[in-house]
DNA sequence: TTTCCATGAGAAT
DNA sequence: TTCTCCTGGAAAT
């Protein structure tokens, strides 16, 4: 899935593909029919990543008081993802979501900009040739995509686009003028209230990725727990937008093992592992990978990290065998060697 | 073709 | 701890 680093993407990319526009709102698989129509016509006024949740934030109806907006929030959970396609002027990554093989290869292609190329500016020249090769022939009317018809705001001379009809089970389809917006496989997936809003954001821990992250409160709030740090890091509660890479990859970087116990990491070691991963993922938001490795770490191109799936395999810095193990139902990687074990306690 | 697996999380046991 | 939900690409059959 989607680590925090995906999330905030996808508010950029929501806010600057869609911000201001009316967008037709529909759900072609029927599983979200109902929020679709509270949503359907109205104008995307805003957009917020909070860890691993989005915010979409929609205009409230006319007759609604100025407290009527209502946010989409979205949780792409761990096979979630955002497909996009649109003209010329839409510019999007093809898909920002969960890793399958597709995602993968372009947010690679978007990260590389000494890509061999075509004639006009490579990153946007990519996007449109993969739309254009998504899009199925312009087949008879998507139910909800031809009336509430956006704004037309279409500029002068852009040659006429049509939405692809959705492809596989489309919980959320957002269609403005210059492109769609296609939502498959979330775990969360509803309307909701500012209150309500707020009241999901309560739940979660500081989040590295927003201005008003709170390192102390992440410090704090391992050290007050007897758990291990592998598992406080991957609680929403602790801190937002951490998942299972990296989880593994911070924690080797600050040579902590995964099995100690929270309140016996010094306070030092916590806020330094704030501080990279605030640094690791907002270099994940501006390139769509996680890479982790410090060049000199890296002996080949395709060294992005340090433990996480490498169980059995050298590992790059110390070369002792990556291990692996479960915990809180997730795979685990670490490095014997580099990240001490804890002290056993009697 | 069937099965397995994944950057998740909540509920049930 | 285990189950359950959601999807689709890859690996296994």
Excluded at 17 to 46: C, E, I, T
């Amino acid at each position: 899935m989607p680590e925090g680093h995906t999330v905030h993407r996808l508010a950029h990319a929501f806010a600057e593909l869609f911000g201001g526009q009316r967008l037709a709102v529909s759900s072609p698989q029927g599983r979200f029919a109902d929020g679709a129509a509270l949503l359907d016509g109205h104008a995307l006024v805003g957009t917020e990543a909070h860890g691993k949740q989005l915010f979409l934030a929609f205009s409230p109806a006319p007759d609604a008081g100025a407290d009527g907006v209502r946010w989409l929030r979205v949780h792409l959970g761990l096979y979630g993802s955002w497909t996009f396609a649109g003209d010329e002027t839409f510019r999007a990554p093809h898909a920002i979501g969960a890793p399958r093989r597709r995602v993968g290869e372009e947010e690679v292609a978007l990260a590389s900009p000494d890509e061999p190329a075509s004639p006009e500016s490579p990153d946007e020249a990519d996007d449109v040739v993969v739309a254009i090769e998504e899009a199925a022939p312009a087949t008879d009317a998507t139910p909800g995509a031809t009336d509430a018809a956006p704004e037309a705001d279409a500029s002068p001379g852009a040659t006429a686009w049509h939405p692809h009809a959705p492809r596989g089970a489309v919980r959320v389809r957002l269609l403005g003028a210059h492109g769609v917006a296609d939502l498959t496989g979330p775990t969360a997936c509803e309307v909701v209230t500012a209150e309500e809003k707020a009241a999901v954001q309560r739940r979660l821990g500081p989040d590295p990725l927003r201005p008003d992250g709170d390192g102390e409160a992440f410090v704090a709030a391992v050290r007050a727990r007897r758990r291990a740090v592998g598992e406080l890091l991957m609680d929403q509660s602790v801190v937002a937008g951490v998942g299972n890479i990296y989880r593994a990859e911070a924690l080797y970087r600050a040579r902590v093992h995964p099995l100690r116990l929270g309140r016996d990491v010094p306070a030092t070691r916590l806020r330094a592992m704030w501080a990279d991963l605030a640094e690791l993922m907002a270099d994940g938001v501006a390139t769509g990978r996680i890479v982790t490795t410090r060049p000199e770490d890296r002996h080949d191109p395709e060294d992005r990290w340090y433990v996480y799936h490498r169980s059995g395999r050298p590992c790059l810095v110390c070369g002792t065998k990556v291990a692996e193990a479960p915990m809180a139902g997730r795979r685990l990687f670490w490095c014997p060697r580099c990240q001490r074990a804890p002290r056993r306690r009697p």
